[in-house]
């Protein structure tokens, strides 16, 4: 790990303004995820803003009926809040199919957002990665590719994005706020927050430099079924190769968003429309002009078992 400053903001405004105005600072809270990526001299910050004073720590209610989640609610937090296991299950089902418990005592809901992926070419600094070092080319093209995108991906780059909250936010239809260093206020739709690669795989999110997220903030509850599922190598700790969140309604129309496959959380509305038609007219749209490789061609079928088990559960 390189040699770094550190400083605890005090307020929302200052840590941006902190960031923004420090060539390589970066914001720190729960710390998950940037701290690994740190030791492995992948990240490389030169001050680290500890954000974890902000009071950035609530879930509220919104005058619409819906959620307003702090940046720094941990995930247990989250998963346990009584509102949105009642309200938001498929979230509180997500965030606990994910990592270990010791984990989302300590992973807050702005880093989930954050997070980045886990492509073994990415953390192997001695292999060309176009995410981690722009321009360098992407070893796992022609690499080892099972647990990678089979859809969104593009010539430099083929990694899925990690997060099983995210692809229930995007379910969700949830906002993410933030702040700028001139304490300009922006809310962002899930679905414009993670970037695809194109020619900029480096470009994850939407955040500008020095734009810290502050909260998310979930909609009126939608009612109906809330389902989570998520297919992986073993059975505790370990990321998707395939995760299917879907909300039914009784007369079978509905909404499902996949993760594991793309480097974004993927939802199409014409497969939510084709909900009351089936699993395999759902995967159809879902995945149409996928472009999988021979290692993980598999999970094109297994999109549409996962979800032809939700809805045969769904049945009773």
């Known amino acids: 790990m390189r040699p770094f400053t550190y400083e605890r903001a005090t307020s929302p405004a200052q840590a941006a ?8 600072a970066r914001f720190i809270a729960g710390g998950t995820n940037l701290l690994d990526l740190m030791k492995l001299q992948i990240e490389t910050p030169t001050h680290l803003v500890d954000v974890q004073d902000l009071k950035l720590d609530q879930i509220t209610q919104e005058p619409d009926g ?26 509180s089902r997500a965030i606990l199919a994910g990592a270990s418990g010791q984990l989302r ?9 954050l997070q980045r992926t886990r492509c073994p070419y990415f953390y192997d600094t001695n292999q060309p990665c176009n995410k981690r070092q722009p321009g360098t080319g992407c070893a796992a093209i022609e690499g ?13 780059c083929i990694a899925t994005n990690p997060s099983d909250m995210a692809v229930a936010l995007r379910l969700l239809d949830a906002r993410v706020e933030t702040v700028d260093a001139q304490g300009n206020v922006r809310s962002i739709n899930i679905a414009d927050f993670h970037k695809l690669p194109g020619k900029t795989p480096h470009v994850e999110t939407a955040l500008a430099p020095g734009e810290l997220i502050t909260a998310v903030l979930l909609p009126k509850p939608v009612g109906g079924l809330h389902f989570y599922h998520k297919v992986r190598d073993r059975a505790s700790y370990a990321f998707a190769l395939v995760s299917v969140a879907v909300i039914l309604e009784r007369n079978g129309s509905g909404r499902v968003a996949v993760g594991g ?17 089936g699993a395999e007219a759902v995967a159809r749209h879902l995945l149409a002009g ?6 993980n061609a598999f999970k094109i079928e297994l999109v549409e078992r996962t979800l032809a088990g939700i809805l045969h559960d769904a049945k009773g």
């Open 105 to 113: 005592n300590k992973a807050t809901t702005g880093g989930n957002l």
């Open 144 to 156: 080892v590719s099972r647990q990678l995108a089979v859809i969104g991906g593009s010539a430099a």
């Open 290 to 295: 996928a472009t999988p490789t021979r290692d």
């Open 66 to 91: 819906g959620l307003r989640i702090g940046a720094l609610v941990t995930n247990t937090a989250l998963a346990a809040d009584r509102r949105v296991r009642s309200d938001y299950a498929v979230l």
């Open 17 to 24: 303004t902190a960031v923004f105005r420090q060539q390589g």
């Open 261 to 277: 496959i793309a480097p974004k959380p993927w939802r199409i509305d014409a497969a939510d429309a084709a909900l009351p038609q």
